[in-house]
C-alpha cells in the first residue's frame, strides 16, 4: 500500500526541468504539431518541430508545450550557468567607452527605434537553416563573451563577429522586410531585417548600405558591404539576431536545426 502511493505521488509529480544554456534556442520535434508556446506567447511550428530561443541574459525557469491533436504536452526549460567567457578589447576609441552627454541622447533614441523592433510579429518569411550573411563565412563569433572596452566592462556580445575586408558583400540571410536601415553611434551603418515570427536579423559596421527602410528583401540580396563604422577596432561584420526578442547565437542558425538542443 506504502509503495503504491509512492509510485503515484511519483506519477505525479511534474517532470524534472530541462537545462538548457542562455543565448541557444531549444527545438521540440513531434508528428503533428498544431502549436507552440512559449511562456504564454503562442508561435506556428516550423518544419515540423517547435523553437524556443533562450534570451543571452534569461535567467529563472521557461515554460514551453507543444500541442498535437493528442492534446498538449508541457516542459519546464532551466537556464543553465552563463557560459561564455570574458573578452578584452583594447584601442577602441574613447569616445565610444565614455559617450559623451549629446551622443547618450543619440543612443537612447537609437535604442528606443531598435527596442521597437523586438515587438514585431509579422508572418514568418523565412525557414532554417539560415543563409550565410556573407559570401564565405569565416570562423568566428565571440557571441556573448562578457566585454571590456579598454578596461570598462560594458553589455555582453549580443551577436557573432566575422572579419572580412572592408567592401565584402553582406547578404540577407533570409527574405524579409528592412525594419531599420540607419547609421546609429555603436552600431555604425547597420541594418535591421524582419523575417517574421519575431526574427530580427542585424548587420552592423558596415561601410555602405544598399537598401532602405520598408524595402522587401530576398534570401541572398545584397544588404551593403562589410565596413568599420561604429564601436570597432577594425573591418568586420558583426551579425545578430533576435527572435522573439531573445538575443541567441546567429551560428546556431547556419547549421542543421536538427543538431539544436532536442527536447522530447
Ligand atoms: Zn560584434
Redo the contacts with the bound molecule.
Sequence with gaps: MRLLSLLLLAAAAPPEAVEVAPGTVARWAADGIVECRQSGRRSAPLGGACYFPVDLLAGGEIEVSIRTAAGETHRRLRVGPYPYPVQEISGVDQKYVEPSRADQERIRREQERVGALWKLASARRFALPLASPLPKLPEGG?FGARRVFNGQPRSP?????YRAATGTPVLAPADGVVALAEEQFFAGKAVYLDHGDGLISMS??LSEIAVEEGEEVKRGQLLGKVGASGR?TGP?L???LRWRGARVDPALLFGDPAALMALE
Design positions: 565571440r556580445h549580443g551577436g557573432a563577429d552592423f559596421h570597432v568586420h558583426h551579425f545578430g
